[in-house]
């Protein structure tokens, strides 16, 4: 037996505890790590409470247990019996991105949730503890000097995902741009799927100087500025930036140049790229094919520039090698309110009209696609920019497409890993 007292001081005591189903002792469940148990170093998963400031817990429901923890203020008294082995850890930390929101006061299935991490998709998360099946331990890269949270370990995720997406009625495919622009909305591409890994592993990768640039991707939804910023950076320094020259099936006109403008090739030559994968995305319009080959990226990048495309959300998955390493960047579009008046002047391009003014409903239309962009796609944005003043995200554009290529950044684990792996 042994007694243990820790000063509470308005803290979490760190640690969840359980009733055994068969004996009925109360035993920790888990000590948080770096909460107030686990830096005392006096508790252990696996000791057996026998009193709790002096009131035998045997008989106790686990709740019970709790709410005379929860109205201990000050010193808390702690009679126990010591698990005999004390579990080794050997754990490595391990380093993931969310690819999934999570909320615990909304997951009935958490042991404690005031010990959950809530996080958004996205969000890098350090993993400190899986030695239960279930529940990890975790804290964000952000806030590093917190103590760690529980969050569902990858199985349990996947398993609640799943269930989340069996509970859902049946929904076509969703198209994401809308009908600004037709060479766009003709897009073929395959949906991320909603039941991916929960969680990524990532590690921090800095770029030789001696290494190609990384690829910089621009996602946003139609009308949102995505060409126009694009445009800019280029023309701001055509030697450090270029787009991909897109393939087509149309015929050449007079005035173009092969690898200028467009790479012409017949049909069966586009076929054959889309079939081998070649092409990160493409479209029909008026009856030919367009789109935007790996090859005319890896040209780009051959050349010591950077090489800068737009992409439908649909792509990234694509786009997401180990050779490229691109770097996504969502143009954002601001309130309905800065866009009625940022976009007075600006003139949209539609199937049907060249120059046609912004409606009411074409920003409320990209707006309402950003939200489901972000929704769907928002776990692989590694930064995003609020297009609302143009010098102003030009500027912005311009730091984080230098970011990327100068600065440590979380890249996916199997990028760096291996030479051989997607
Ligand atoms: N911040 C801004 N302020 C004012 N006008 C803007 C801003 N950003 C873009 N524009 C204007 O909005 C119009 C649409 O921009 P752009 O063509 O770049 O859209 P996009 O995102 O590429 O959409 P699409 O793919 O449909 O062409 C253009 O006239 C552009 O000059």
């Known amino acids: 037996m042994r007694i243990v007292c820790l000063v509470k001081n308005n803290q979490p005591l760190g640690a969840t505890i359980k009733r055994h189903e068969i004996t009925g002792d109360i035993t920790v469940a888990r000590v948080i790590n770096g909460g107030l148990a686990d830096r005392s170093g006096l508790l252990y998963a696996g000791d057996k409470l026998v009193e709790v400031n002096g009131v035998p817990v045997e008989g106790l429901e686990p709740e019970q247990v709790i709410n005379i923890l929860a109205l201990s203020q000050g010193t808390i008294m702690f009679k126990l019996i010591p698990v005999s082995d004390r579990p080794v850890s050997n ?43 279930l529940w990890w331990q975790a804290r964000k890269v952000s806030d590093l000097s917190a103590c760690a949270g529980l969050i569902p370990s990858n199985h349990l995720l996947k398993r609640k995902q799943r269930e989340f997406w069996w509970s859902q009625p049946f929904q076509p495919h969703l198209c994401l741009k809308s009908s600004m622009s037709g060479f766009r909305r003709s897009m073929r591409l395959s949906c991320y799927s909603a039941l991916a890994a929960p969680y990524e592993e990532v590690v921090r990768y800095q770029r030789h100087p001696a290494d190609r640039n990384r690829l910089i991707v621009l996602v946003g939804p139609a009308g949102v500025g995505v060409n126009e910023l694009r445009r800019r950076l280029i023309s701001s320094n055509p030697r450090e930036f270029q787009s991909a020259v897109p393939h087509t099936t149309r015929v050449q006109k007079s005035y173009e140049m092969n690898g200028r403008e467009y790479h012409y090739v017949s049909k069966e030559t586009f076929e054959n790229m889309v079939y081998s994968h070649r092409m990160l995305e493409y479209g029909e319009y008026k009856g030919y094919l367009y789109g935007t080959s790996v090859d005319a990226v890896r040209t780009v990048l051959d050349e010591g520039k ?8 649909q792509g990234i998955q694509i786009a997401r090698t180990h050779e490229l390493k691109p770097y996504i960047i969502f143009i954002k579009p601001s309130s309905i309110s800065c866009m009625r008046q940022t976009r007075k002047n600006a003139r949209i391009i539609t199937d049907y ?22 929704d769907q796609f928002g776990q692989f944005f590694d930064q ?39």
């Open 91 to 133: 754990q490595t930390t391990l380093y993931v991105r969310a690819m999934a929101d999570y909320c615990p006061l909304q997951d009935p299935a958490i042991p404690c949730a005031d010990a959950g991490l809530p996080f958004k998709k996205g969000e890098i998360l350090q993993i400190v503890d899986q030695n239960d099946a």
């Open 306 to 313: 950077i090489c800068v495309i737009d992409l439908e959300p």
């Open 353 to 374: 009209y060249v120059n046609m003014k912004f409606k009411e409903e074409d920003l409320q239309e990209m707006e309402d696609s950003a939200k489901k962009m972000e």
């Open 384 to 422: 995003v920019i609020v297009n609302d003043n143009l010098q102003e995200a030009s500027a912005q554009l311009l730091s984080a497409v230098h970011r990327a290529q100068d600065e440590p950044q979380w890249v996916p684990a199997m990028w760096i890993c291996s030479d051989t792996q997607p």
